[in-house]
């Protein structure tokens, strides 16, 4: 597997949603009660990443240009304490903690710790991070998963995973990628959001609290778990070349950088219909 670090230039917190512009720039709608959409002064930035709490306590990441971090939102485990990270080149955001992938291949990792999430000091050979709530997940360069954190209901147990090319991370489930467009996932199925051995042509996934999408190679999007808030409603979705998922609703973006979101719109998360010039996932 040739080594690559996702741009995510779209990401769903809890509450929340943050899209990369074209000019390096962020922005940000939903709640803010954090400050985790105080993003107008960020710049430099080339991907972002939004932490997905299902009790609501959120923050966001700035992956900048130099391989700097900048964070902003709910720090009380001091998962936004990121200011000293250098040469990172990718970020993820899970409940309560932070997570980089540095050029190396190695991890970094702040933020709660109670059930080993954070250990990932001895990981080498990283190409992808994923954060769920309570667990980190780390995609290896040979294509094998490896997981730290709560494994209460054997989100963890990817020993057996293989040829994967990328992975997410929910609240009580993992969910990988498979080189033939194929999907795994493992962990609390009791919304069906692990219900993806059937699908096939995806191409890229992303987990929601208690969701799952699946992008598809035409451009359409396959979803399936809890759909309470029309999370899971995006089977008319077209010319979509990204996904994010939040707590209780998805993103869509879209080949002419506009975003289309589909749930839970209490906070304000869905109004995205004024973004444009949203940077479209690359390395």
């Known amino acids: 597997m040739v080594k690559k670090w996702p741009k995510a230039t779209i990401a769903a917190g809890y509450r929340h949603n943050v899209g990369l512009k074209l000019d390096g720039t962020v922005t940000a709608v939903g709640d803010n009660k ?3 959409c105080d993003v107008t002064g960020w710049h430099d930035i080339v991907a972002v990443a939004a932490g997905n709490a299902h009790t609501g306590n959120a923050h966001t990441i700035g992956l900048k240009m130099d ?3 900048a964070a902003v939102g709910w720090n009380k485990h001091e998962q936004c304490d990121v200011s000293g990270w250098r040469d990172i080149v990718a970020v993820a955001a899970g409940w309560r903690r932070s997570v980089g992938l540095k050029s190396d291949g190695t991890l970094v990792a702040v933020g709660r710790n109670n059930e080993g ?5 001895g990981w ?8 769920g709530d309570w667990h980190t997940v780390g995609l290896r360069s040979d294509g094998t998963v490896i997981i730290v954190g709560n494994n209460r209901y054997g989100q963890c147990n990817v020993s057996g995973w293989h040829d994967i090319l990328a992975s997410a991370a929910g ?3 993992t969910v990988g990628l498979k080189t033939d467009g194929t999907v795994e996932s493992v962990g609390w199925n009791k919304r069906n959001q692990c219900d993806v051995s059937g699908w096939h ?5 992303a987990a929601g609290s208690n969701h799952t999408i699946g ?13 309470e808030h029309g999370q899971c409603n995006v089977s008319d979705w077209q010319d ?7 707590c209780t609703h998805t993103l869509g973006l879209k080949s002419d950088g506009t975003v289309v979101a589909a749930g839970n719109n209490e906070y304000g998360q869905c109004e995205i219909s004024g973004w444009r010039g949203i940077q479209l996932p690359g390395n």
């Open 34 to 36: 954090y400050g985790q």
């Open 67 to 69: 391989g700097t971090v």
């Open 117 to 121: 999430e954070c250990n990932v000091s």
């Open 124 to 131: 080498r050979d990283m190409v992808a991070v994923a954060a």
């Open 171 to 173: 609240y009580l489930h």
């Open 201 to 205: 042509g995806i191409v890229a996934i």
């Open 215 to 227: 992008l598809q190679s035409d451009g359409t999007v396959a979803a399936v778990g809890w759909n």
């Open 240 to 246: 979509i070349v990204a996904v994010t998922a939040g």
